[in-house]
């Protein structure tokens, strides 16, 4: 566990650049990972804003069923 | 009153040449002899006839409670017209087993292959006839039974089917249609979903209570139906196609096959062209062409502008129930593309632009069914998981030396992912991995499963990363990243995964950060969930 402990990928950091942690060996035991990029944060943010503009939606359902034979 | 017509219990041939067109429905079915209004029974009779039935039995079911509640709410509800005529539910079950077999009705269960309980009386003046429930098995044919190739269907449950006083069990889908006197399309769509759900038959009343007052004669609203699925303890999900997604309409089929492989239930409302009548359809599963030309050629024709495949791109068709031309019948995505052609006015009253006549389905909304506490859809799952693949994938090879062939191919090639994103419960993912495990012949480490236990939900979102032919062929993956179920807040979009495996390497989230740890799964490995029996 502590060598896992060791191997952490820190996603908080800012910017696009990755930085690197190393050991006193020399191995790298963190790397900061960049944010996701900013066409796939606009796509997940409209999806988030359509679905919670559709939770408001109040459309009519007719559900009549006209039959094609007159009544009698 | 009604006068009760009484028929007799009966086990008649219905082999070839019997007609069910000329000797069965007229017999049976008593509203006027015209192809659409008799659609729902001629085609539980068209399945019947598929799956090869050779004999059914005909028995009066008039005294069966539901039966009875059913047909006293309706006189309750009738047209003051209507205070005099018959009344009748019979019961048809179409089985594979032959008129004059000799055998003990006790193996009657394995040969049925459908049952439909026909309910008539006096509408408008007039005889009228409907499919009060319904019970059909998984479609298939031969012996043994061959189910058919490429079929899913989330939906079929364990159904109980009575005849002649006896419970025989089937694997199938349940179905149910409007009587147009006491039920519309909303009350069947909401019947077959509840049933999925909880194997419960809600009454022609409770429905009515449910959706809150008169959706029969003045129609229902979209928030009214997802309020009934709430009361239910449902965790309903609506989306509005009217609404612009990012400055553009968005298609329905993506959002529709995610949710029904996910195995969320789900509703599709939709508006008929030309005389503008909304109708709400249950998805009850979905059919996978893996030689689909489109889900390869979108990349190399930049045909799309996303940067993975979802697995639904394979699906073709929904497997759905209409309740007003009957049971597991397969919708084309044509139809729905044909309809974002069409351009939806703003305001749902107004009459829709383009051809009056014949026109293409208009989908306007869709309900999904998720379990209690899941915020995030599987749309947004499918996307935070891709977003994140981006990012994990150098950060992992930016810390651990592995050379692994898959874990190369998909780092060095940059190939188009394919994801597919099911909701999945942490006990059983955990089932799926000793699985895996077992196959690898590898040495994962109990510790690094014991952190991923850990870091896990209870409940979450899993988004299978494949490769289109892998996929395709193989119906394998090479990882897996797990989206947290909820809360939809976040100040980094990768706060929302909870952990991955990728070829050689298991992560996970802890005190806000990953920490990964190599493991022996190195190779690709079956897809979890539902497989078709017959499968190409």
Request: glycine share 8%; with cysteine.
């Amino acid at each position: 566990m502590k060598l896992m402990a060791k191997r952490a990928v820190a996603f908080s950091g800012k910017g696009n650049r990755r930085s690197e942690v190393r050991s006193n060996s020399g191995d790298v035991v963190s790397v900061k990972l960049a944010p996701i990029t900013k066409s796939d944060r606009k796509i997940i943010q409209d999806i988030v804003r359509w679905e919670d503009e559709s939770a408001t939606s109040d459309l009519t359902i007719s559900g009549v069923w006209k039959s094609r034979v007159a009544p009698q | 009153m009604w006068r009760r017509s009484n028929a007799k219990t009966k086990t008649k041939s219905c082999e070839l040449p019997y007609s069910f067109y000329h000797d069965l429905i007229p017999n049976f079915w008593h509203s006027p002899v015209d192809e659409r209004e008799r659609g729902t029974f001629g085609w539980i009779c068209t399945l019947a006839r598929k799956m090869g039935a050779k004999s059914f039995i005909v028995e009066n079911v008039i005294d069966r409670a539901d039966v009875q509640q059913e047909i006293g709410f309706i006189y309750e509800h009738r047209d003051a017209e209507d205070h005099t005529g018959e009344v009748g539910a019979v019961a048809i079950t179409f089985t594979s087993r032959s008129a004059k077999s000799k055998k003990s009705l006790s193996e009657l269960g394995k040969h049925i292959l459908a049952q439909a309980i026909i309910v008539s009386y006096p509408r408008h003046g007039r005889p009228h006839s409907y499919v009060f429930e319904g019970n059909v098995r998984v479609p298939g044919r031969g012996k043994p039974e061959a189910t058919l190739l490429n079929n899913y269907l989330p939906m079929a449950r364990d159904l109980t089917v009575r005849v002649v006083g006896t419970d025989y069990s089937l694997k199938g889908i349940f179905f149910c249609q409007q009587n147009g006197t006491t039920t519309a399309c909303a009350h069947s769509a909401v019947k077959v979903v509840v049933h999925g759900a909880s194997d419960e038959k809600l009454s022609a009343s409770r429905l009515n209570d449910l959706l809150d007052g008169d959706a029969v004669g003045g129609g229902t609203t979209t928030l009214k139906l997802v309020a009934a699925f709430e009361r239910l303890g449902m965790r309903p999900t609506l989306y509005d196609f009217t609404k612009r997604r990012g400055g553009q309409l968005d298609n329905p089929w993506t959002l529709l096959c995610s949710a029904v492989e996910a195995g969320s239930p789900a509703l599709l409302i939709f508006r008929t062209g030309a005389e503008q009548i909304d109708h709400v359809l249950p998805i009850l599963g979905y059919t996978v062409n893996s030689d689909e030309w489109h889900p390869h050629a979108s990349d190399l024709y930049r045909l799309k502008e996303e940067g993975f495949v979802s697995s639904s791109e394979w699906i073709d068709h929904l497997i759905i129930n209409d309740d007003l031309t009957g049971p597991l019948y397969c919708l084309s995505q044509s139809w729905l593309k044909q309809a974002r052609s069409t351009k939806i006015p703003a305001d749902t009253k107004a009459k829709p632009r383009g051809r009056k006549s014949a026109g293409p389905l208009i989908p306007t909304a869709a309900i999904t069914l998720l379990p209690d506490q899941v915020d995030i859809s599987a749309t947004l799952a499918e996307n935070l998981a891709y977003a994140a693949f981006q990012k994990l994938l150098p950060g992992v090879d930016g810390i651990l030396d592995l050379n692994d062939r898959w874990w190369r191919y998909l780092l060095d090639k940059e190939p188009r992912p394919v994801f597919r994103t099911t909701i999945i419960e942490k006990e059983r993912y955990f089932e799926h991995l000793s699985k895996m495990h077992d196959a690898s012949h590898s040495s994962t480490e109990d510790e690094t499963l014991g952190a991923l236990r850990e870091a896990l939900p209870s409940v979450f979102w899993l988004c299978e990363i494949s490769l289109p032919n892998l996929y395709a062929g193989n119906r394998a993956k090479l990882g897996e990243i797990f989206i947290r179920p909820s809360p939809r807040k976040w100040k980094n979009e990768l706060e929302t995964v909870k952990g991955f495996r990728f070829p050689g390497v298991i992560g996970w989230q802890k005190d806000g950060n990953f920490f990964v740890e190599p493991c022996g799964l190195v190779s690709h490995f079956r897809l979890i969930g539902q497989s078709a029996q017959q499968e190409w």
